[in-house]
């Protein structure tokens, strides 16, 4: 059974910064391309960015608000996915989720909750 | 980038009766080397992830209900549910992955009327 657990969000001030990982089980991680989209409170849905696996490349994209700001790596020799939050703004408060992509988003982790406020 | 607008933003449907969902992109997501629309489904239910219900327009992700069908190509797309159950209560969602960045519909609201 695929699963996908997020975990490391919480309160951060703005400026501050904050590491998701997204620990993977349930299949061959190294292989597959992974993203991170997330929702803000009672809104609707954003792409953050994606790794493409090691053996196309690892290379990264990211969603221009997060562009310089977010990094996104991974290690395959721990099934996990890491997502890098650096100079974090209120508008960046939301639940982070990490996906697959194959390339449609077909497995999600449950969310974990990152809150951007003073 | 690729705009996808989703209409309408919610409906009520009675149970046991047809829902459907439109969503048109700003420009085509259809790959003419291999004739595929780059558009997915999802469904939401409040508290929980969204979750993979078609990919590749028309194709149904394992163990989602036959009752789920969707259709079109090139900028205009329809989800459809042919016989609403109040599990189906939910947001959902269109996304095209023909380009980065993937973008997302705004989202439809499916209640029982």
């Known amino acids: ?118 | 980038d690729i705009v996808m607008t989703q209409s309408p933003e919610s409906l009520a449907v009675s149970l046991g009766e047809r829902a459907t969902i439109n969503c048109k992109s700003s420009q085509s997501v259809l790959y003419s080397s291999n004739n595929k629309n780059y558009l997915g489904w999802y469904q939401q239910k409040p508290g929980q992830p969204p979750k993979l219900l078609i990919y590749w327009a028309s194709t149904r992700e394992s163990g989602v209900p036959d009752r789920f069908s969707g259709s079109g190509s090139g900028t205009d797309f329809t989800l459809s549910i042919s016989s609403l159950q109040a599990e189906d209560v939910a947001v959902y969602y269109c996304q095209q992955y023909y380009s980065t960045p993937p973008t997302f519909g705004q989202g439809t609201k499916v209640e029982i009327k």
């Open chain 1, 1 to 118: 059974e695929v699963q996908l657990v997020e975990s490391g969000g919480g309160l951060v001030k703005p400026g501050g910064s904050l590491r998701l990982s997204c620990a993977a089980s349930g299949f061959t991680f190294s292989n597959v391309w992974m993203s991170w989209v997330r929702q803000a409170p009672g809104k609707g849905l954003e792409w953050v960015g994606r790794i493409q696996s090691n053996g196309d490349g690892g290379t990264t994209e990211y969603a221009a608000p997060v562009k310089g700001s977010f990094t996104i790596s991974r290690d395959d020799s721990k099934n996990t996915l890491y997502l890098q939050m650096n100079s974090l703004k209120t508008e960046d408060t939301a639940v982070y989720y990490c996906t697959t992509m194959s390339p449609a988003l077909n497995y999600w982790g449950q969310g974990t909750l990152v809150i951007v406020s003073s």
